[in-house]
């Protein structure tokens, strides 16, 4: 057999293969200018998704398009650019993103602090008051600031969440198994079916009677995994503060995402 015959049998038997399409791409980022302001917008292809979906998640400084299955990525962007009034209404709503920087003034369990670089010790964290003002002191590379004081918070929140659960799972005869600090956007806290519970780190920020409250919230899911009335009735009882703290959070909860956000 030739090499010419051969060659042609490869030929026939590519033409008889079935093409395959290069993958369409999953995300896709752009900038939009909504009002002067160019924002980003994070384009993402979600299987699940039925339409497209524009949406500013809290803690996050962009946008984020949701498209279906089979709807092209720049549908998604043109849908954010024609929504770019209503972006720029919710970014003026929201409020700007507080960087964790030298200088910065956020709230550390409701009160206000002044964050401070100081490159002249180890790298720790630690607050002080000087003067009436109080700080929140971070040692050390002034590139790892943000780190350093992200996770000195994480522990105060875990330490404060720890004795506030222990506290009320005394009180309402129920136990968890573990709790965990995170970052998470959607919620301040969940209660699992195994008895773990998670909370969002930024609750620290807030007054000492809203953490007290989360606390509570979610070890009474220990006992009931819902809002029935019966949950709220054992919320109710053993604190009564709650509806202050969910007053709270209500008019206060969404800025403090934008604290040390990315």
């Not at 964290?125 to 780190?147: I, K, M, N, Q, T």
């Not at 004795?163 to 709790?179: I, N, P, Q």
Request: net charge positive.
């Amino acid at each position: 057999m030739n090499s010419s015959f051969r060659q042609d049998r490869r030929r026939a038997r590519r033409a008889q293969e079935p093409r395959t399409r290069a993958p369409e791409r999953e995300e896709l980022l752009a900038e939009v200018d909504c009002g002067g302001r160019m924002v980003e917008v994070m384009v993402r292809r979600q299987p699940r998704a039925k339409r497209i979906v524009l949406r500013l998640p809290q803690g996050c400084p962009r946008a984020v398009v949701s498209v279906p299955p089979g709807v092209a990525l720049s549908e998604g962007l043109a849908f954010a650019r024609s929504r770019a009034d209503w972006i720029a209404r919710r970014l003026d709503e929201r409020g700007e993103v507080v960087p964790f920087a030298h200088g910065m003034r956020i709230p550390y369990r409701g009160e206000e602090h002044v964050i401070m670089h100081v490159p002249g010790r180890r790298g720790t964290v630690w607050r002080e008051e000087v003067a009436g003002v109080r700080r929140l002191c971070v040692a050390g590379d002034e590139a790892h600031l943000p780190r350093r004081l992200t996770d000195w918070l994480k522990r105060q929140a875990r330490r404060e969440l720890l004795k506030s659960c222990r506290k009320y799972a005394a009180a309402m005869g129920t136990r968890f198994s573990r709790l965990s600090v995170r970052d998470q956007k959607s919620r301040w806290g969940s209660c699992s079916s195994k008895g773990s519970l998670s909370f969002s780190w930024r609750v620290i920020l807030a007054p000492d009677f809203v953490l007290d409250y989360l606390a509570a919230h979610e070890v009474a899911h220990l006992e009931e995994m819902n809002h029935s009335p019966r949950f709220w009735r054992l919320v109710d009882a053993h604190c009564p503060h709650w509806k202050e703290a969910e007053r709270w959070l209500k008019k206060h909860g969404a800025g403090l995402h934008l604290i040390g956000a990315s």
